[in-house]
């Protein structure tokens, strides 16, 4: 599908779509009219594909500095009447919690909807934290489609039902929601709104410990309004007959409708299946767990309904056994049709009978994971590892440069968060007598990493931090920041300078390098090696991919190996770029993924370059 028929697509319309686009379609039908993110794996493709229609639609769109600024602007934009939309992964939610937990206590009269995409399995994650609890502690009504249609609809309903009810709504996906296609039906679009108008009233919005805990019952009362709509939620539904009950929410529920069907178990059981599952739906749960003896709750990680369900039994004195979390259904990682067909034959006291549709390969080699070929960021830290060797930790952040993790590089000894190189680098550097590099990219340093590199000059830490600039937020996708020079759509008119911010916090040992200048670099790291204090190397070069997508820029030179030698070998060991490999012991350098960097070339003298076919 195009993206203009995701704008324009008329109602009845069926078309295939990613989660993440259903999800942008149902934002469209609510009429949002503003949508503010920060990009993370996998919420990422519904702000791009709102950032590509934006000059074409209505609604106001911008790609914030952090997640806890996406949050404060789309709350801003609530409180003047506006249906708003805030996307991030689920562990940007963190970092949005605190105006977070207040803007569901003071409400939101436009409506304001958040997704959060959540990682089970860890996919591209440094955790895999249940948001439905999040949802608990703040308040929130929780949305849980499991198929594209639903993405679609259940993002109109909470939006339009966050606005009628004045208060924020979750959406969780997971990332088996963002990243299946499935079809979907289009309907009809509300007329956008895009302005308000904001009607003051300080004994409501402004939570002084005297308005907040007024406040706090009125939340209580409107959730308690609010479960009684999911009592009789169209999300919420029963089929099936017999003695066996399953209780399935999210992701789980396709799941066990493959499972039901693969295994013809389709009347074997009662199922309830959950898609708006909180406020949990008390009395419908308690005349479904009346009509079992035995009930299997399905959900991905925490025990969330599980326990509820738990709770619910003892309340009302039912006679039910609960099976949860075990060996098989466990809170680690991703559920699959499998793992749930094989629950179900548990329950029947059946044989499993697991279908393998594609026989694992066995004794294939790992690949893992890898700076892209002509990463300006495997020159940095190549250049790292010939000054300080193994001297230095590696304190890293959230990016691309995280894969340098593994050897030759060994370029990130710990990692806590978005943000956290400058600040945790200097927590070690506090403590120890090592020498410490944070490494930080462009897009982080926006997002967070300007506090951290403000409390180390204040509080006078020894730190070395590399701000790795490669013009884009490359990991999620190349959106824009403040810093960049360019985005799809063109130059960036109010572009923050990034050497600028650092000396205007007041470091005074500042140096810009293009990392693919070796010899440059190296001397910059040896000067810098012998300073003390705060001192900041920036290390400028669009991200290979970007440059060549973006900015249409190709390099004409390709490298090649002219002599076998010892050197080329240790070239291969220290550098490892994915354009080099081994025929025939031979070392060779694969021209169709040489992006013409030439670091290699300036690492060893049987390296030369060759003017890049045309053909």
């Avoid at 949005?96 to 959540?118: E, K, N, R």
């Avoid at 240790?570 to 081994?582: G, Y």
Wanted: aromatic share 6%.
């Amino acid at each position: 599908m195009t993206l203009p028929e995701i704008l324009n697509g008329t109602p009845g319309q069926r078309v295939l779509l990613l989660g993440n686009e259903a999800l942008v379609r149902g934002a469209l039908e609510a009429g949002v009219g503003c949508v503010t993110c920060y990009p993370g794996t996998p919420s990422s493709e519904a702000p791009d594909t709102f950032y590509a229609l934006a000059p074409e639609a209505e609604y106001a769109f911008e790609y914030s500095i952090n997640e806890k600024v996406a949050m404060e602007v789309a709350g801003g934009a609530a409180l003047a009447g506006v249906p708003t939309l805030v996307t991030m992964k689920h562990v940007g939610v963190n970092v949005a919690a605190d105006p977070l937990m207040t803007l569901a206590t003071i409400g939101t009269p436009g409506g304001l909807v958040i997704l959060s995409a959540d990682d089970p399995g860890c996919h591209s994650s440094q955790n895999e934290q249940d948001n439905r609890l999040l949802a608990r502690m703040a308040g929130l009504p929780c949305f849980e489609p499991a198929t594209a249609q639903e993405t679609k609809d259940m993002m109109k309903e909470a939006l339009l039902s966050s606005a009628r009810w004045q208060q924020p709504v979750l959406l969780r996906t997971t990332t088996r929601v963002s990243h299946l296609r499935g079809p979907v039906t289009l309907g009809k679009k509300e007329p956008p709104k895009t302005r308000g108008r904001f009607y003051k009233d300080p004994f409501r919005f402004v939570p002084l410990p005297a308005i907040a805990r007024k406040r706090h019952p009125i939340l209580l009362e409107n959730l308690a309004a609010i479960q009684k709509e999911t009592e009789k939620s169209a999300w919420n539904f029963s089929t099936g007959k017999g003695e066996i009950g399953i209780i399935a929410t999210g992701m789980a529920r396709s799941y066990l409708q493959d499972a039901l069907y693969d295994l013809d178990l389709k009347d074997s059981f009662q199922v309830l299946e959950l898609g708006f599952s909180y406020p949990f739906p008390e009395k419908m749960l308690v005349d479904f767990l009346r009509r079992v003896r035995r009930v299997l709750v399905l959900e991905e990680l925490e025990p969330f309904v599980e326990d509820t369900v738990r709770v619910l039994c003892q309340r009302n004195a039912l006679d039910c056994t609960i099976i949860g979390k075990d060996e098989t259904l466990t809170r680690i990682g991703e559920y699959s049709t499998a793992l749930v067909g094989r629950a179900l034959c548990a329950l029947k006291d059946l044989p499993s009978k697991e279908k393998i549709p594609c026989p694992q390969e066995e004794h294939l080699p790992g690949r893992p994971p890898n700076l892209c070929p002509g990463c300006s960021h495997r020159a940095v830290y190549y250049a790292v590892r010939q000054v300080f060797g193994d001297q230095a930790v590696a304190s890293s952040d959230i990016g691309c440069y995280t894969l340098g993790f593994l050897p030759p590089f060994q370029a990130a000894d710990f990692l806590f968060c978005m943000g956290s190189s400058i600040s945790g680098g200097s927590g070690v550097s506090r403590v120890t007598d090592q020498p410490v590099i944070a490494y930080i990219g462009d897009s982080t340093f926006f997002h967070s990493g300007i506090t951290g590199l403000i409390n180390a000059l204040h509080n006078e830490h020894d730190i070395l931090v590399i701000i790795l600039d490669n013009k884009t937020t490359a990991m999620t996708g190349h959106q824009p920041h403040p810093g960049v020079e360019h985005s799809r759509h063109g130059p960036n008119p109010k572009r923050v300078d990034i050497e600028q911010v650092v000396r205007g916090c007041g470091v005074e040992q500042v140096q810009k390098i293009k990392p693919l200048n070796l010899k440059k670099t190296l001397e910059t790291l040896e000067t810098f090696k012998n300073l003390t204090g705060v001192r900041v190397i920036i290390a400028e070069e669009p991200c290979v991919l970007f440059a060549q997508r973006t900015l249409r820029s190709h390099k004409a030179v390709t490298a090649v190996v002219e002599e076998q030698t010892p050197e080329v070998r240790t070239c291969l060991q220290e550098l490892a770029c994915p354009a080099f490999f081994v025929q025939d012991e031979n070392v060779q350098i694969d021209a169709d993924l040489c992006t013409g960097c030439m670091v290699c070339v300036q690492i060893c003298p049987s390296i030369k370059t060759r003017k890049r076919s045309t053909s």
